[in-house]
Each structure stands twice: as structure tokens, then as C-alpha cells.
């Protein structure tokens, strides 16, 4: 019988196989791209060798005991490159984005422990290696693990970005973080802004291949009726998790793999059940849907461009060189000295008034 041949602890074995045979095939076919001014692929080589394994070790253990910390880290990632830049401008506190400011939508529920994850993983590197490397560095290599160890390709990152010492006003936040009910027509003309083109968008978008949303994300499709463009199975099912419009539920975001970095998410789109209009359009608008369909059905060619695109997004403004600090703590800048600017200590209104 053929099923004899492949022993339950083998199985695990002819995985490896199969993932490394396309990463192999990737490595191959793909020359790392040139890094921005500054940046570089050595740039710990000397000064931090072990700051790749580091982080590589301490997200293996986070994520054996819970793989959705995974998506919270790749999103973090997404959200520091995508206001202001990849300068870790995300985690500092009072950015809209960030761990303090309760009230501002587009702090879109990340996800508290992702920041206690960065804070720990600076932690460790810096009692290895001294405080010489960035937390906007540390954010770019977590998300990089989190798509790696979700089942995702392997990428070298440029590395030597330095973090900022001021974070993104509210409203500038929300200016480039595109919200979920967006139509592919304002995806598309937000994104060509920082220079990706419709095929790096849809492989972006891909990054909703692992990772939850919260009702209030898509009930905009649900309530008052079905949006059109929805299976109904789905949509019946997603009226069960999601009782009201308002609704604090959560939900998968790839119905067939939710936690395996995969192309289902494309397969979904294919078969009308992605969550999103942000993503459900993209197979609807004429502009992108043959790309939707060439990656539902290669992976190998999702994988390359995701990782073009990703790289793109990671250097997205950096600050390089003797810009902006290394931070010794992830969530403030070193010192507050640095600008005279008043009420800055207890008034968290004048901080972002501030900036
Ligand atoms: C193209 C525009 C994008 C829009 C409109 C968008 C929107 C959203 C929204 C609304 C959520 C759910 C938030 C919630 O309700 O909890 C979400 C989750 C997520 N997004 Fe995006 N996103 C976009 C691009 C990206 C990109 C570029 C990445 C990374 C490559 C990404 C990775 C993720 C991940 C991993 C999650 C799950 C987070 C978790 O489980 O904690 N997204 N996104
Ligand atoms: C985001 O805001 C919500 C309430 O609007 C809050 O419950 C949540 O803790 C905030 N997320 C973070 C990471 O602070
Ligand atoms: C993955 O990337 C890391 C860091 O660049 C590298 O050390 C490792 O050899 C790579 N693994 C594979 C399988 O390509
Ligand atoms: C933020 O944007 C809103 C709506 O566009 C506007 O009314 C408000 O004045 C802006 N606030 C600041 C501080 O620019
Ligand atoms: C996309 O959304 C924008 C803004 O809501 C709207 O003006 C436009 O007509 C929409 N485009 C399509 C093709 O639906
Ligand atoms: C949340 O979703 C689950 C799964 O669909 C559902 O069984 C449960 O009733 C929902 N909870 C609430 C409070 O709506
Ligand atoms: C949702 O809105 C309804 C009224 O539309 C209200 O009765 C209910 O308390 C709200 N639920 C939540 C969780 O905010
Ligand atoms: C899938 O994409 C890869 C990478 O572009 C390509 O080399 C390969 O030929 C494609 N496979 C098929 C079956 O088209
Ligand atoms: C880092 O800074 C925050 C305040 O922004 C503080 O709550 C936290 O205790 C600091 N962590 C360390 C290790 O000093």
C-alpha cells in the first residue's frame, strides 16, 4: 500500500523537502535586489553576526505556543514602513499606530504582544551585541520569521535603518494606511504613491493570507445585505460570527489555510470568498485579476513577487547613516532633550500636538 510507505513522522520530513526545493528554486532564479543608499545585506555582518539567529530562535519559541503572534508581526512590519516610513516610528509611544492611543481607528487592533515581542527580541540583541541595532531593523527581520515560520519564503533584508525620533500625526496616518472598504481604483492610485505597481499590490495584499480581522473590518458587506460580490455560503457563515454590524468578533482571513503563509488566499478570492472589499475587488477589477488568478494557481511566482514587493516596502523611506538614533528602548527615543518642546513629559495631547 502506497499510504504504508509514508510513516506519520516522515511526513513532517517530505514538508521540509517540498518547502526547500521551492525556496532552492527561488534562491536560484532571484538576485537580491540592489539595497537603497545606505542599507545594506552585510551591514551586522562584523558588529551583530548572531542578530539573524537571535531573532530567528526566540520567534520559533513565540510562535510554537501561539502562530497568531505571526500576523501581528508582519502587520506591525506593514504599518511602520507604510506612515513615515520604515523607521519604527510605529511602536513609539502616542503614535496613532502605536501601543498608547486607545481611540485612533487606524491603530486597526494591532496587536498589543507584537509590540511586547520587539521590545523583548531589541532586548536580547542588545544584551548580545550592544545597542547597535535599530528597532525598525528588528521589526523588518521579525516580519521577514513570521512569513518564514508560517511556511512562507526565505529573504535576505537590507539592513541599517535607523529609528526615528518623532511619530506620524493622526491624521497623516490615516492618509496612508488605505481602509479595508477601499475599491481597487484607490488601492491601486494609494499604493503607486510609494511606488508599487499592481502587481506588488496584489502580492501584498497576499500578506492576508495568515492573520485574523475583527467584524467591523467587513460588515460593511454584510449589513444591510450582502455585497454582490460575496459567496453566500460565506456570507451566511460570516452573519453567524458577526451577529450585528458592530459585532466585536473575529474571524480568519484565509478560510483554507488561516495560519500557513500560502497562496490560498488567492484561491479564495477565485472563489468570491475574500473578507475585504479591499481584497474581494481585486479579482473583480479587470486591472488585477489576471494577476489574482496567476498566483492562485503558482505559488512559486507568488512568492517571488511577494518578496520583491516586501523588500520594496522595507526600505521605504529609511533613515540611514547618522540620521534618527538607535533606540534603547523600542517605545520612546532616547532622550527627550533632543527638541525643546513643551508640556512633552505627562501630556500625552501636547506630545501628539506636537509632532
Ligand atoms: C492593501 C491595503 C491593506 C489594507 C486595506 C489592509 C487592511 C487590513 C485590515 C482592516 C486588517 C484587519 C484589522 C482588524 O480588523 O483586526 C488587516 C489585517 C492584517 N493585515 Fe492588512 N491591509 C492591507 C495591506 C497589508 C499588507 C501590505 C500586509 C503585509 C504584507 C498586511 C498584513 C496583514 C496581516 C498579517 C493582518 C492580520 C493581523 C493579525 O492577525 O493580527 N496587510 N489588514
Ligand atoms: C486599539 O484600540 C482599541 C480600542 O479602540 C483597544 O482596545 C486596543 O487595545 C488598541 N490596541 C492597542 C495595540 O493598543
Ligand atoms: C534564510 O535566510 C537566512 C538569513 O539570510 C539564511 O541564514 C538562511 O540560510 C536562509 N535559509 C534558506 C533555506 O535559504
Ligand atoms: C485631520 O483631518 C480632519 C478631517 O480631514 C480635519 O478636519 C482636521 O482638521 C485634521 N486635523 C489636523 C490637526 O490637521
Ligand atoms: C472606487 O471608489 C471611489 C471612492 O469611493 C469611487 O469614486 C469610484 O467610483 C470607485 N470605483 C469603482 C470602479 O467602483
Ligand atoms: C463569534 O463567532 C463564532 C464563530 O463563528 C460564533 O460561534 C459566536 O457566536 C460569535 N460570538 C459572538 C459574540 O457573536
Ligand atoms: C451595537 O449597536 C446596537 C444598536 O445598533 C447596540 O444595541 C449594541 O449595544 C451595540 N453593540 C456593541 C458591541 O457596541
Ligand atoms: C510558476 O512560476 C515560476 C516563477 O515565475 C516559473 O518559473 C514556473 O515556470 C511557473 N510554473 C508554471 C507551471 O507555470
Ligand atoms: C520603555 O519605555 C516605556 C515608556 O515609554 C516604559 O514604560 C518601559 O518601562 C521602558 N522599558 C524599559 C526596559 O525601560
Known amino acids: 500500500m502506497a499510504m504504508a510507505l509514508f510513516k506519520a513522522s516522515t511526513i513532517p520530513t517530505l514538508i521540509f523537502l517540498l518547502l526547500s526545493c521551492s525556496l532552492i528554486k527561488i534562491s536560484e532564479t532571484q538576485t537580491p535586489p540592489t539595497p537603497a543608499a545606505g542599507l545594506s545585506y552585510t551591514f551586522y555582518q562584523n558588529t551583530c553576526p548572531r542578530l539573524e539567529s537571535i531573532i530567528r530562535q526566540n520567534l520559533q519559541t513565540v510562535f510554537a505556543s501561539d502562530i497568531g503572534q505571526a500576523a501581528g508581526l508582519l502587520r506591525l512590519h506593514f504599518h511602520d514602513c507604510f506612515v513615515q516610513g520604515c523607521d519604527g516610528s510605529v511602536l513609539l509611544d502616542g503614535s496613532a499606530s502605536g501601543p498608547s492611543e486607545k481611540d485612533a481607528p487606524p491603530n486597526l487592533t494591532l496587536r498589543a504582544q ?15 551585541c550592544g545597542s547597535i541595532v535599530s528597532c525598525s531593523d528588528i521589526t523588518a527581520i521579525a516580519a521577514r520569521d513570521a512569513v518564514v515560520l508560517s511556511g512562507g519564503p526565505n529573504y535576505s533584508i537590507p539592513l541599517g535603518r535607523r529609528d526615528g525620533l518623532t511619530f506620524a500625526t493622526r491624521n497623516v496616518t490615516l492618509a496612508n494606511l488605505p481602509p479595508p472598504f477601499a475599491n481597487t481604483t484607490v488601492i491601486l492610485n494609494s499604493l503607486s504613491q510609494k511606488g508599487f505597481t499592481p502587481t506588488d499590490v496584489v502580492a501584498l ?9 475583527h467584524c467591523t473590518s467587513f460588515t460593511n458587506r454584510l449589513y444591510p445585505s450582502r455585497d454582490p460580490t460575496m459567496d453566500q455560503t460565506f456570507f451566511n457563515n460570516l452573519r453567524i ?13 484565509d478560510i483554507r489555510s488561516p495560519n500557513v503563509f ?8 477565485m472563489n468570491r470568498q475574500g473578507l475585504f ?62 527638541f525643546v518642546l513643551p508640556n512633552m513629559e505627562n501630556d500625552q495631547e501636547g506630545k501628539l500636538a506636537s509632532f
Open 114 to 128: 507584537a509590540f511586547v515581542i520587539i521590545e523583548n527580541l531589541r532586548r536580547l540583541v542588545h544584551n548580545a
Open 205 to 213: 495584499s497576499g500578506g492576508h493570507t495568515i492573520g485574523i480581522s
Open 262 to 269: 500560502d497562496n490560498r488566499y488567492y484561491v479564495d478570492l
Open 277 to 338: 472589499t479591499s481584497d474581494q475587488d481585486l479579482y473583480t477589477d479587470s486591472r488585477t485579476r489576471s494577476i489574482v488568478t496567476s498566483f492562485a494557481i503558482n505559488q512559486t511566482l507568488f512568492y517571488q513577487n511577494f518578496v520583491s514587493a516586501m523588500i520594496k516596502m522595507s526600505q521605504l523611506s529609511v533613515l540611514t547613516g547618522t540620521q534618527g538614533e538607535i533606540r534603547t528602548n523600542c517605545s520612546r527615543r532616547n532622550s527627550n532633550d533632543l
Open 241 to 253: 460570527t458577526c451577529p450585528t454590524a458592530n459585532s466585536t468578533n473575529t474571524t480568519f482571513m
